[in-house]
T-cell receptor
């Protein structure tokens, strides 16, 4: 019953450092997403993937890269962290289009602080 | 692209009272409107959703109404309980597209006072 698992849950970086957030889902979902959550701004889509080996830009993609080498994993990378990337990051997954309810299943979030 | 506005940003009610959260959207092509509840330290979780061919949907104490002409939809919680305290997000998307990416509102923090 793991669902969507994000690692790490907390991380503090210095400006210019790089890091990768890992998202893993065990529901065999085709679609995966990375959102960031900032106070007063809701959830904004960074990148998403409609299947293994595919990625696409969302609403706020600058400064991030993603990879989906395996269906169950979606990685979010920050090559050179900036204070503006301080946020809580949420990964989500959903079934293939036309199947299921359209529900997004979210992980518990990863809090990133860039000093 | 789609833009979703949500009001109010905070809402405090007494236990047993009703709570209403309102959202408006900009893209008339949107046809799927879910509501998510986020408890402290957790990810958002779907509580109810509505499609554009339906004007109202109810699930126990929770109901959602949709006015496509005015491009707004609302969440209604009746007989509120302390466990309803959380942040609520509305969202909109074109459900039947391959992308199925949601545009979220900015959230409403609901506090139910015992």
């Amino acid at each position: 019953n793991a669902g969507v698992t994000q690692t790490p849950k907390f991380r503090v970086l210095k400006t210019g450092q790089s890091m990768t957030l890992l998202c893993a889902q065990d529901m065999n979902h085709e679609y995966m997403y990375w959102y960031r959550q900032d106070p007063g701004m809701g959830l904004r889509l960074i990148h998403y993937s409609v299947g293994e080996g595919t990625t696409a830009k969302g609403e706020v993609p600058d400064g991030y890269n993603v990879s989906r080498l395996k269906k169950q994993n979606f990685l979010l990378g920050l090559e050179s962290a900036a204070p503006s990337q301080t946020s809580v990051y949420f990964c989500a997954s959903s079934p293939h289009g036309g199947i299921g309810t359209g529900e997004l299943f979210f992980g518990e979030g990863s809090r990133l602080t860039v000093l | 692209g789609e833009n979703v506005e949500q009001h109010p940003s905070t809402l405090s009610v007494q236990e047993g009272d009703s709570a209403v959260i309102k959202c408006t959207y900009s893209d008339s092509a949107s046809n799927y409107f879910p509501w998510y509840k986020q408890e402290l330290g957790k990810g958002p979780q779907l509580i109810i959703d509505i499609r554009s061919n339906v004007g109202e949907k109810k699930d126990q104490r929770i109901a959602v109404t949709l006015n496509k002409t005015a491009k707004h939809f609302s969440l209604h919680i009746t007989e509120t309980q302390p466990e309803d305290s959380a942040v609520y997000f509305c969202a909109a998307s074109m459900r039947d597209t391959g992308r199925r990416a949601l545009t979220f509102g900015s959230g409403t923090r609901l506090q139910v006072q015992p």
